[in-house]
């Protein structure tokens, strides 16, 4: 990715792994976590929302 952040590709296993031994690794990681985690919780409410809209507009 980037001198100071990076993946490890292993031939034979499937699932990438960050370099550990490059100092900005843990942040970028870090970062996509929260991301992650922050766009799933989004799209729950999103979901939500729309499910309490039909159900008022069911009543």
Known sequence: MTPYCDYL???G?????YDLS??????VAEI????LVSII???LVAYVSI????VY???
């Open 9 to 11: 590709v292993i031939p």
């Open 13 to 17: 296993q499937f699932l990438s792994q």
């Open 22 to 27: 490059k100092p900005w690794t843990a942040t």
């Open 32 to 35: 996509g976590s929260v991301s």
């Open 41 to 43: 919780t989004m799209t």
């Open 51 to 54: 499910i309490t809209y039909l």
């Open 57 to 59: 507009l069911q009543k």
